[in-house]
């Protein structure tokens, strides 16, 4: 990945496939494979791993250090942007400051990773401290800033994990990836460039694919439909069809059928069957109780536990990752 110690040499104009490539490289890499995505976190995972010092600072942080207003360091450090990237080749350390005030969050994690974006791109050196207006042309610093603008949306937002998922309207987007409405409009445009054209569809986008495999898996979950965290993506399966007649079938010492006499499924422990509902005690039949929160098979229509409808939907669309 490029770094301080291998700066990209530029050509004019912005470089969309280094850019775009570079990112999905740094999925695969830094193993990115949840989402929305803690972008401290991220930025210390990319240290260690390349043995870097980055750090996170905020206004806040610089005021206490420094003893400088607010006010002044947002003005004279960071331009009156949302953040910006130092690079200090004396004590090798680059500081991605941000205004941690603004607002929604979404912001502050785009700004955090597109501030690192610059450092992954290679953008900044010993002669080239900070992307600011001042030190660079105009053509320069407006690439720059596209570049890791496009860093940011394909690590925050992948293109065809979101695609695979089918979350094609912007509210989605901002739901599922935790952006800005701004970042959510702009990753559904670029969604909607594939899907109206499979052409721009390729390999470096399915190599993502295995990294977010935990994510994409299809689960069920026995929750009340307002409690989903994200409830545009969610279905249910058709209950399997019951017999008109009662199946014998063996019944276990502590009371329970050995499979469901209802629809022939087997079950393994279970309170009611997965596929039809059914109580699987032969005698004093449970009933259904409040959802448990019981995570469930993909095929399955109700809870084996409780005996619940539930809702199936990917893994990554259930939890944060911090709720796992």
């Given at each position: 990945?490029?770094?301080?110690t291998?700066?990209?040499k530029?050509?004019?104009?912005v470089?969309?496939g280094f850019?775009?490539?570079?990112?999905?490289?740094?999925?695969?890499?830094?193993?990115?494979?949840w989402?929305?995505?803690?972008?401290?976190?991220?930025?210390?995972k990319y240290?260690?791993?390349?043995?870097q010092?980055?750090q996170?600072?905020?206004?806040?942080?610089?005021?206490?250090e420094t003893?400088?207003d607010?006010q002044?360091?947002?003005?004279d450090?960071?331009?009156?942007?949302?953040?910006?990237?130092?690079f200090?080749?004396?004590?090798?350390?680059?500081?991605?400051v941000?205004?941690?005030?603004i607002?929604p969050?979404?912001?502050?994690?785009?700004?955090?990773?597109?501030?690192?974006g610059?450092?992954v791109?290679?953008?900044?050196?010993?002669?080239?401290?900070?992307?600011?207006?001042?030190?660079?042309?105009?053509?320069?610093?407006?690439d720059?800033?596209?570049?890791a603008?496009?860093f940011?949306?394909?690590?925050?937002?992948?293109?065809?994990?979101?695609?695979?998922?089918?979350?094609?309207s912007?509210?989605?987007?901002?739901?599922i990836?935790?952006?800005?409405?701004?970042a959510?409009?702009?990753?559904?445009?670029?969604?909607?460039e594939?899907?109206?054209?499979?052409?721009?569809?390729h390999?470096?986008?399915?190599?993502?694919?295995?990294?977010?495999?935990?994510f994409?898996e299809?689960?069920?979950?026995?929750?009340?439909?307002?409690?989903?965290r994200?409830k545009?993506r969610?279905t249910?399966?058709?209950?399997a069809?019951?017999q008109?007649?009662?199946?014998?079938?063996?019944?276990t010492?502590d009371?329970k059928?050995?499979?469901?006499?209802?629809?022939?499924?087997?079950?393994?422990a279970?309170n009611?069957?997965?596929?039809?509902?059914?109580?699987?005690?032969?005698?004093?039949?449970?009933?259904?109780?409040?959802?448990?929160g019981?995570?469930?098979?993909?095929?399955?229509?109700?809870?084996?536990?409780c005996?619940?409808i539930?809702?199936k939907t990917?893994?990554?669309?259930?939890?944060?990752?911090?709720?796992?």
């Open positions: 990945m490029p770094s301080k291998k700066v990209k530029r050509a004019k104009g470089d969309y850019a775009t490539q570079t990112a999905r490289d740094f999925i695969q890499l830094y193993n990115v494979d989402l929305p995505i803690d972008a401290f976190e991220l930025v210390d240290a260690e791993a390349t043995n010092n980055i996170v600072k905020t206004i806040e942080d610089l005021s206490f003893k400088i607010r002044s360091l947002i003005d450090v960071i331009y009156g942007e949302d953040g910006l990237v130092i200090d080749s004396d004590l090798n350390l680059y500081s991605i941000i205004n941690e005030k607002e969050f979404g912001r502050i994690r785009w700004t955090i990773v597109h501030e690192l610059h450092i791109l290679g953008h900044l050196s010993n002669s080239k401290t900070s992307i600011v207006k001042w030190q660079l042309t105009e053509e320069e610093y407006n720059m800033e596209q570049e603008h496009i940011a949306g394909e690590v925050l937002s992948p293109k065809f994990i979101i695609y695979r998922i089918g979350a094609h912007s509210a989605e987007i901002q739901d990836c935790g952006l800005s409405i701004a959510s409009d702009s990753r559904e445009n670029a969604i909607s594939l899907i109206n054209d499979k052409r721009k569809m390999d470096s986008m399915l190599n993502i694919i295995p990294t977010f495999s935990r994409l299809f689960k069920t979950i026995c929750l009340e439909k307002n409690k989903m994200i545009s969610i249910q399966n058709p209950p069809e019951k008109l007649s009662i199946l014998k079938v063996n019944v010492s009371g059928y050995e499979r469901c006499p209802y629809c022939g499924n087997n079950h393994n279970a009611f069957c997965k596929l039809c509902g059914s109580s699987l005690f032969e005698t004093q039949p449970l009933t259904p109780s409040t959802p448990c019981k995570i469930g098979d993909k095929d399955a229509s109700f809870c084996d536990h005996g619940n539930v809702y990917r893994f990554g669309l259930l939890y944060d990752k911090d709720e796992l």
